[in-house]
Structure formats: structure tokens, C-alpha cells
Nanobody, 124 residues
Framework: QVQLVESGGGLVQAGGSLRLSCAAS????????MGWFRQAPGKEREFVAA????????YYADSVKGRFTISRDGAKNTVYLQMNSLKPEDTAVYYC?????????????????WGQGAQVTVSS
């Protein structure tokens, strides 16, 4: 198994930036895909971005493309989500997740381990 711990959430004004981090521990990463999802109150958890650990290939939801950037640091076993030009509709709890089959999926059911979540609030 792998343990995922998110950090970096907070309150920011619209147009501002935040960077989320997800530190992973517990197993060696090989073909894993790491993803970020978010869940706003009363809504389903939705895909935000993903990165394949080996190739660093990235995938984004249309709603964040051009504003968010996912990256990883292999030496630190950490995945980042840089969020720029934040909007009030980006307000949600953001979750880091690991897909050990490395398929690059955008669906929650494909992911095997989840972090506890980090609150991001964007004020207008």
C-alpha cells in the first residue's frame, strides 16, 4: 500500500494562486499514475489532473486546462498541483490519488489509494 498526505490548501482571492503537494510513502513507484480530484459540497468527486510517474505524461480536465499544472518530483516521491488564476468555482476539497496500474484514468474507481484531502477556498 501507499500513504498519501496532501498539504498546501487554504483561502485565496479569485485570480490568486496556490500549490498543493502530495507526499507519498509506503511502496516503490513504478508504473503508477498519480491524480488530483476535487469535490465541492453537494457534488460528485471530479477529475482535475493526472500524471504518469515514469513518462511524466499529463492529463487535465477541460475546466482547469491552461490554469493548473501537475508535476512530480521523483526524488521526493511528491506530486504537485500548481493552481493559477483561481476562480470561486474551484472551491472544493482536493484529493490526491494513486492508480497502481498506471492507466492514466480520469475515473475515481481506477484509483487505489487516496489522501485525506485539502480544502481550497477561492473568494470572489
Amino acid at each position: 500500500q501507499v500513504q498519501l498526505v496532501e498539504s498546501g490548501g487554504g483561502l485565496v482571492q479569485a485570480g490568486g494562486s496556490l500549490r498543493l503537494s502530495c507526499a507519498a510513502s509506503g511502496r516503490t513507484f513504478s508504473s503508477v499514475t498519480m491524480g488530483w480530484f476535487r469535490q465541492a459540497p453537494g457534488k460528485e468527486r471530479e477529475f482535475v489532473a493526472a500524471i504518469r510517474w515514469i513518462s511524466a505524461g499529463t492529463y487535465y480536465a477541460d475546466s482547469v486546462k491552461g490554469r493548473f499544472t501537475i508535476s512530480r518530483d521523483g526524488a521526493k516521491n511528491t506530486v504537485y498541483l500548481q493552481m493559477n488564476s483561481l476562480k470561486p468555482e474551484d472551491t472544493a476539497v482536493y484529493y490526491c490519488a494513486a492508480d497502481f496500474l498506471g492507466g492514466g484514468s480520469r475515473t475515481t474507481s481506477a484509483y487505489h489509494s487516496w489522501g485525506q484531502g485539502a480544502q481550497v477556498t477561492v473568494s470572489s
